[in-house]
C-alpha cells in the first residue's frame, strides 16, 4: 500500500514539469495562405487553387505542450468552397458537385496536435468534407528563423469521404482516387 502511494506522489509531482498550463496565440494575416488541390484523371491532371482572400484575417488558438508534444485547441480553417478555382466554369462546378457543397459549403481542417521528433513536425489533421470526417498525420516544415509560415502536403484519397467522382464523356474521363492537399499557412504570430 505505501509503495502504490509513493508512485502516485511521483507521478504526481513530475506531472507538473511534463505539462504546462495552456497558453494563447493570435495568428494575424492568414490571407497570406496558400492552398490547393492537385489531382488527375485517366486523361489529364487538374489544380484547384484556393483564394486566401475567404479566410479570416486573423484567428486565436490555444496550445499546451508535454515533452515533445503540442496540443492544440480552437486550430480550425474554415475553407470555403467557392474561394477554390480550378480553372474554368466546368471543372468549377463538377468540384463543388463533387464535395457536395450545396448541403456542406467548407471544409473544416482542425489542427489537434503537432509533435516533434528526430525526423520533425508532424500535425494530426482532422479534416471535415461532406459530412464526414478522417484523421490524417502530415508532416509540416516551417523557416526556423521565420516562423510565419507552415508548410506540407497530404495526399488524401476522396473515397474516404464517400465523394461521388464526376464521370465526363459517358464515364471516359474519371478522376483518380488520390488527391494531393498542398498548404503554406502564413501569418504573424503572437502571445495573448
Known sequence: MRTGL???WVLGLFS???QKEP??????GLQSSVLSIEGSTNVNCFECTF????????????YAKTANLYVLSNAVLRLDLAGFDCGGKAINKDFREMLRA???????LNFT???V???GYEATVIISLAGKQHTYTVPIDYDRQDLSHATGKLEVNIMDFQLEKPRK???????DDVITIHFDIGGSVADF
Open 169 to 175: 464523356l459517358m464515364g471516359l474521363v474519371v478522376i
Open 117 to 119: 521528433s528526430e525526423k
Open 102 to 108: 450545396e448541403a456542406y459549403p467548407s471544409v473544416f
Open 6 to 8: 509513493i508512485i502516485l
Open 51 to 62: 483564394d486566401s482572400a475567404y479566410l479570416e484575417p486573423k484567428t486565436s488558438l490555444t
Open 113 to 115: 496536435r503537432v509533435s
Open 23 to 28: 497558453q494563447g496565440l493570435l495568428i494575424n
Open 16 to 18: 507538473g514539469y511534463a
